[in-house]
């Protein structure tokens, strides 16, 4: 199945996992593995062009390709886009690679792979099939020259790590490693951000059976005073409800609107983080900062932090935690330090 070889010539490979905050995060322990099976490859990665601060975060990635078809579906007829276009496939094109994976099984994805070019005898490689409850698109696989086959309830970390290791001739056994700096004591914090230990609460998420009951995070917030706890946002929705939990918790601030570098420096220096099943918490999870995550209206199995005993879960498909249990969850957290 493998052409992977450890001679002088390094492997040139390519990641396609272009969206989203979630997904593109939990693809990233392929590059730490891929690596310390082949020190010299070189990796490059394709991803939507609002996650490209995340994965520059990895060291280990070579050069980023920036997709923005969210942004070119909106103005098609433009010249500017058009030009955007072409000067992406053009990019897409300058490099031969001996592997290219697509770990997320769209046809957008699989365009991608079609279209990228791989040297002489150069593996193309995919997923065989979805997880239960995915977005797999099964036209995809006619992309592939290796298609692999993983459980339906893979974890969604796994699964990337999975394809990789079977291609590339190495067993999966180690801790997931994003691949993500140590927060430094003497980098500089921005304003908006406290000196002394917060809490952050990430507490919106597109889908409102996934949030956790308004009563329930100011009742927690009461109970973890004084600490600060900083309410982030991400739409005109999510500030009103940021602005009610606020409204209930005197040692809460809502925050300005964030870029993603900035949410992710939030999730990086945070002494605490309470958050539903949303790209966020899964960030501060893979920071390894003391998390408490909150299952209300999606299955544990597929997302939960598994990596480190300072990410704790709570909760399951249609079974949310109660304040007590969290609380408790976020009190023992704190006590590790």
Request: hydrophobic share 45%.
């Amino acid at each position: 199945m493998t052409l992977a070889t450890t001679g002088s010539k390094p492997l040139n490979i390519l990641l396609v996992r272009v969206s989203s905050l979630g997904d593109v995060l939990h693809n990233l322990p392929m590059v730490a593995d891929i690596a310390r099976h082949y020190p010299d490859a070189n990796i490059d990665w394709v991803v939507e062009e609002g996650f490209v601060s995340l994965v520059r975060l990895n060291a280990r990635v070579r050069n980023i390709i920036p997709f923005a078809l969210r942004r070119w579906r909106k103005s098609l007829g433009k010249p500017e886009t058009r030009a955007e276009m072409k000067a992406f496939w053009r990019t897409l094109r300058q490099q031969q690679y001996d592997y290219v994976f697509d770990t997320q099984g769209l046809l957008k994805t699989g365009v991608i792979m079609g279209a990228a070019r791989i040297v002489p005898g150069g593996r193309k490689v995919g997923l065989a099939n979805g997880s239960e409850g995915s977005g797999y698109e099964g036209i995809s696989r006619i992309f592939h020259n290796i298609s692999v086959p993983t459980d339906p309830r893979t974890h969604a970390v796994a699964r990337g790590r999975i394809v990789a290791g079977a291609a590339l001739g190495y067993a999966v056994d180690t801790p997931a490693d994003f691949g993500l700096p140590e927060v430094s004591p003497n980098e500089p914090r921005p304003d908006w951000m406290p000196d002394q230990p917060y809490a952050v609460y990430f507490h919106g998420t597109a889908r409102d059976a996934k949030k956790w009951a308004p009563e329930n995070w100011i009742a927690l917030g009461r109970e973890l005073a004084p600490m600060p706890i900083l309410l982030p946002w991400g739409s005109p929705k999510e500030l009103a409800e940021a602005q009610v939990l606020a409204a209930g918790l005197p040692n809460a601030r809502v925050l300005p609107k964030l870029s993603m570098a900035d949410a992710m420096l939030l999730a990086r220096h945070a002494g605490l983080v309470i958050g539903v099943d949303t790209g966020l918490t899964h960030i501060a999870a893979a920071f390894v900062r003391p998390t408490v995550e909150i299952y209300a209206d999606s299955p544990r199995w597929k997302t939960e932090g598994n990596w480190s005993p300072r990410i704790l879960n709570l909760g399951d498909q249609g079974t949310p935690p109660s304040v007590a249990e969290v609380l408790a969850a976020a009190r023992s957290l704190l006590a590790q330090g």
